[in-house]
């Protein structure tokens, strides 16, 4: 029997848990990946801008393995009574680098996510990588930037974060 495919729904941007879809008698084999996203919150200096972000690993479904940078944008509203979605969007800017160590020790070099945008919400999805069982690591440094209400890209949060998963191949 072959087991369902795991998929991270868009819902995770709202904090929402893992989905599995239905079993299919023509899936790929499973690569396993537990637990598979880090999840943060920073903020500029004046603390009136975040930018939440999750740094995942997923199942590309033909035995390999590929990170996905998701991000969520925000704008403390007026008067500091809660925050909102930028009013003209926002977008992970370029470049956002990130390094992958692989279970052999081996290290990628000079990846970068590819940029995204959207109203408040962009994911990058960066290539392949074919599947090595045991400790992954994926550093990165990366950012957003907002655009104001004038429509001009200005506000920015950068971070530097770093998950570690463990993976099972098929």
């Known amino acids: 029997m072959v087991k369902p495919a795991r998929v991270l729904s868009a819902a995770l941007l709202l904090g929402a848990a893992l989905i599995a879809p239905a079993a299919s008698a023509h899936a790929a084999p499973t690569t396993v990946v537990e637990p598979h996203c880090g999840e943060w919150v920073d903020y500029n200096s004046q ?3 975040r930018m939440k972000s999750w740094l995942c690993f997923y199942d590309s ?8 940078l998701w ?4 704008w403390l509203a007026l008067f500091g009574i809660g925050w ?3 009013p ?3 977008r992970i800017w370029e470049p956002s680098y990130y390094e992958i160590t692989f279970p052999d020790g081996t290290k990628t070099t000079d990846k970068t996510f590819p940029g995204a ?3 408040n919400t962009a994911n990058s999805t960066a290539e392949t990588y074919p599947c090595q069982p045991g400790t992954w690591r994926l550093h990165s440094y990366y950012g957003i930037q907002m655009k104001d209400v004038l ?12 998950v570690t998963v463990e ?3 098929p």
């Open 117 to 119: 945008s959207g109203s």
């Open 167 to 169: 993976i099972t191949c």
């Open 61 to 68: 479904g033909t035995g390999g393995v590929y990170p996905v």
């Open 151 to 162: 429509g001009n890209w200005g506000s920015s949060v950068s971070a530097t974060h770093e």
């Open 71 to 74: 991000t969520e944008c925000g």
């Open 88 to 90: 003209n969007g926002c």
């Open 84 to 86: 909102e979605k930028p």
């Open 47 to 49: 603390e009136n801008r």
